[in-house]
């Protein structure tokens, strides 16, 4: 029954896919860009991944969406019908498309537990995280402190970007020269609609109340850092709709988020400081207490913490430069 | 039965070269980076289905279950974080689309080569 599912949901993919490259409205492209999202989140669950399906959910279908919407704000909304080289780039695509499903023949099939990716330190990871860490959810045990180092690399990383967003559209009152009350009062995307102002002012408290659990609850169940912030973010943009930017960016000022996306970052790599100064080795959350295992779940709070306000900090200002833009 | 269990790879090379058509095919840059995030989420399901364990479970451990198979929650971790960043970069291209039209009044890219040569 779950091989029907996946089956029917992976056939829908490609159907969504071949109509976004097709469509020659942009805005249609990036709605069926949203459904795409939320098939693959379907498709991640079925496959056992709810952690990613979460994460993909919220940033695919959630921000992601909003991003693209922004930026067509600022853009032509109809694409240039151009089928030069089209008959060229079709046989590229056949052809390569063909090599590599020929290269699948050889691949272990889905579910095989003798496949090499099994074999590695996968088990390891599974037994030892009781006893080591001592938290149930084996895929932010790993995330936190096995992988440490890469998780820290991959804030940087979403803060780099987001830095690069802004100096690239800049941010009134943060970066560039325009100052936050230049923008118009009360202007916003939703503003005129009675429905969704409605709702989403019923929505908002829950949908931050929800961001907050998988924050905190991400190592008992599905959820972390990465996930809460983008929640987090989406609620305050779902105000930044209804209520119009100024107001947005006066609960949450411009100078705020700077300290926000810098700071989730700073508050990652300084627990890792910390481990140094207490004696261990770099993002070693053994040494933050007496007891190795406490000290680890106290680590990994902080630094998902982090994560969270950097992921949160930084997509929250991306929209907001994409959304000040121009008016 | 037994090359079903490939039918996730197939899906993934199809997508993987739907991605990669659009950008390379496509002279409007928004769907250059549309294509760019079918190309990536492609690689996403690659991912995800190396994890899958048959009758396993997603990787939270469940105190008190004997005997229970988890799936492997690697490339779960691995994903979960290029999500995030993969949204990042798309929006640092957005970010550089909006300032090319901003500069030069189009965003198909013979256009924009057409104006750079007259020039």
């Given at each position: 029954m779950t091989v029907l599912f996946g089956i029917f949901l992976l056939t829908l993919l490609v159907i969504t896919a071949v109509g976004i490259v097709r469509s020659e409205n942009l805005f249609a492209a990036v709605m069926l860009s949203g459904i795409f999202s939320l098939l693959m989140a379907a498709n991640f669950f079925i496959l056992d991944a709810a952690d990613v399906a979460l994460t993909e959910a919220a940033v695919g279908a959630g921000i992601s969406t909003v991003l693209l919407l922004g930026a067509l704000a600022l853009t032509p909304i109809q694409e240039r019908r151009n089928r030069a080289g089209r008959w060229v780039a079709l046989g590229v695509v056949t052809v390569t498309t063909l090599m590599v499903v020929y290269a699948t023949f050889e691949k272990p099939r889905l579910g095989d537990p003798q496949a090499p990716v099994h074999q590695h330190v996968a088990p390891w990871y599974l037994e030892q995280t009781p006893e080591l860490v001592g938290i149930p959810n084996v895929v932010t045990a790993v995330l936190g402190t096995f992988r440490g180092y890469d998780t820290l690399g991959e804030v940087i990383v979403v803060l780099t970007a987001g830095v690069g967003v802004l100096f690239l559209l800049g941010l009134p009152g943060a970066v560039g020269h325009r100052k936050r009350e230049e923008l118009a009062s009360g202007r916003s995307y939703l503003g005129h609609h009675l429905i969704p102002q409605v709702v989403g002012q019923l929505l908002i408290p829950f949908i931050?109340?929800?961001?907050?659990?998988?924050?905190?609850?991400?190592?008992?169940?599905?959820?972390?850092?990465?996930?809460?912030?983008?929640?987090?973010?989406?609620?305050?943009?779902?105000?930044?709709?209804?209520?119009?930017?100024?107001?947005?960016?006066?609960?949450?000022s411009p100078r705020f988020l700077m300290v926000l996306m810098a700071g989730g970052a700073l508050l990652y790599g300084g627990v890792g400081i910390l481990c140094l100064l207490l004696g261990g080795s770099f993002l070693d959350y053994s040494v933050l207490a007496s007891d190795p295992r406490t000290g680890q779940q106290w680590g990994i709070l902080a630094i998902e913490l982090g994560v969270g306000i950097s992921v949160a900090g930084v997509l929250l200002a991306i929209y907001h430069a994409f959304a000040a833009r121009g008016r | 039965m037994e090359l079903l269990g490939l039918f996730n790879y197939w899906i993934f090379a199809i997508l993987l070269m739907i991605g990669f058509y659009a950008v390379i095919a496509k002279p409007n840059m928004v769907k250059k980076l549309l294509g760019l995030s079918i190309f990536q989420a492609a690689v996403f399901l690659l991912y995800i289905t190396m994890d899958k364990v048959d009758g396993g479970t997603a990787p939270i451990i469940q105190p008190?279950?004997?005997?229970?198979?988890?799936?492997?929650?690697?490339?779960?971790?691995?994903?979960?974080?290029?999500?995030?960043?993969?949204?990042?970069?798309?929006?640092?291209?957005?970010?550089?689309?909006?300032?090319?039209?901003?500069?030069?009044?189009?965003i198909e890219e013979d256009e924009t080569q057409q104006l750079d040569i007259e020039e």
């Open positions: 931050l109340l929800f961001a907050l659990y998988v924050q905190f609850h991400g190592e008992y169940g599905p959820g972390g850092g990465f996930q809460a912030g983008a929640i987090f973010a989406a609620g305050f943009i779902l105000y930044a709709l209804i209520a119009g930017e100024r107001e947005a960016l006066t609960i949450i | 008190g279950a004997i005997d229970q198979i988890y799936s492997n929650p690697l490339p779960q971790v691995l994903i979960l974080t290029a999500i995030v960043v993969g949204i990042s970069t798309t929006a640092l291209g957005l970010a550089i689309v909006v300032r090319i039209f901003e500069a030069y009044g189009t």
